[in-house]
């Protein structure tokens, strides 16, 4: 969405599918960091965009055991973009559609599915879709997967996924907030598990992390049992998750961090989750791949103007983004192995790692956090003018 509109802006023609007749996803990344706030503002709709109900986090806790300590602070970011704003991803989206409405060369395909790519003489020449009255063909000068881990187009363009393993699953659910639950984000590491809970208002979002493949051991452990855990966790009576029934309101995330060997083709180029999917550490996902928007709306408006795209310029955003997403995912990576296996597998009380103390002990490692976890690394600004 935001590349479509983005390219829209600077005068290329530009269709974007969506398969659903609406963006209402539950439990999709909430978490919209500096790095995308800066973008609003770059682009004038800072002011506009924060009317949309959010909330906002300047900091990040985390607790290992009884031990507490603040290990990013968002506030000493620039303002006025020195937070992560909570907000919902289908309010963002629609936000983005409504803005690239405004250009007469958007268009937005609701209840369209792209199923396969056409390709003539070696080069992607469009999709093959199906929408509300049946299936349609796509010509374009560039097709571009933006569909997510489970990408259909890149499946189809038949690029090879580098699986860099992800030991653990997440379980998502809902938790009725109250006054003196405090307002920030915090993670709790502890003998055997690992929560996070995530402010939305009324409500919080919930994380509880799991070995990858437990999920019927957990369950066969019996529900009041994880409820007793959940409640051990938030420090909070196990009365408050009267809320969840059964596990049926426990959602499933599979957790996968991937990347693609090579993001491209002649006429194709993924992006986001489709050419990088993310660990769920540290809410970074839909910020790269906002990231990966702008840096191929810089790349590619002015050849997509021309009618004169090549693989050369596809080359260039590949370049450009591999090294953010490298970097991220190593991070990732590092954090699985050394921080939750050891949390997950432990059976003894855990003790905060040196990592967490020195950051808990001083103010500028807080601040590096932030910036790596807000900003992240290479940071896209808007080059695109509009047409």
């Not at 349609?136 to 090879?160: E, F, M, N, P």
């Not at 905060?352 to 103390?357: E, T, V």
Request: charged share 25%; proline share 5%; glycine share 8%.
């Amino acid at each position: 969405m935001m590349l479509g509109f983005l390219l829209a802006r600077a005068g290329v023609d530009v269709v974007v599918l969506e398969k659903h007749a609406d963006f209402l996803r539950d439990f999709r990344g909430d978490t919209i960091h500096p790095s995308t706030l800066n973008l609003m503002k770059e682009l004038g709709f800072l002011d506009e965009f924060l009317q949309l109900p959010h909330q906002k986090a300047f900091e990040l806790e985390g607790w290992f055991g009884d031990t507490r300590a603040i290990i990013a602070d968002f506030s000493r970011l620039p303002a006025p973009c020195n937070y992560i704003a909570l907000m919902p991803q289908w309010d963002f989206l629609s936000f983005l559609a409504t803005k690239g409405a405004a250009f007469k060369t958007f268009r937005l395909l609701m209840r369209t599915e792209a199923k396969s790519l056409i390709e003539e003489a070696g080069k992607i020449v469009g999709v093959e879709a199906r929408g509300p009255d049946g299936p349609l063909a796509i010509r374009a000068d560039l097709t571009v997967a933006a569909d997510g881990r489970h990408s259909t187009l890149r499946d189809a363009a038949g690029l090879k996924v580098i699986d860099l393993g992800a030991p653990m699953d997440v379980l998502w659910f809902r938790i009725p907030r109250e006054d003196g639950d405090g307002a920030e984000i915090a993670g709790h590491f502890d003998a055997g598990s690992i929560f996070i809970r995530i402010n939305r208002g009324d409500y919080w979002q919930c994380g509880y992390v799991i070995a990858k493949g437990s999920l019927e051991a957990l369950q066969a452990r019996g529900l009041d049992a994880f409820k007793t855990n959940v409640a051990r966790l938030m420090r909070i009576p196990i009365a408050r998750l009267a809320n969840i029934a059964s596990f049926d309101d426990v959602k499933l995330l599979s957790v996968a961090v991937d990347r693609l060997e090579k993001w491209r083709r002649p006429g194709f180029l993924a992006i986001g989750d489709a050419a990088h999917a993310m660990s769920p550490i540290g809410g970074v996902g839909i910020n790269l791949a906002v990231q990966d928007a702008v840096a191929a709306a810089n790349q590619l408006a002015a050849p997509l103007l021309a009618r004169s795209v090549g693989d050369d310029d596809l080359a260039a955003v590949e370049r450009r983004r591999l090294f953010p997403a490298r970097a991220t995912q190593w991070a990732q990576v590092m954090a699985q192995n050394n921080i939750v296996v050891r949390a997950l597998s432990q059976t003894t009380p855990l003790k905060p790692p040196l990592a967490f103390r020195l950051i808990g002990r001083f103010a500028f490692l807080r601040r590096l956090m932030a910036r790596l976890v807000g900003l992240g690394v290479r940071p896209e600004h808007v080059r695109t003018g509009q047409g």
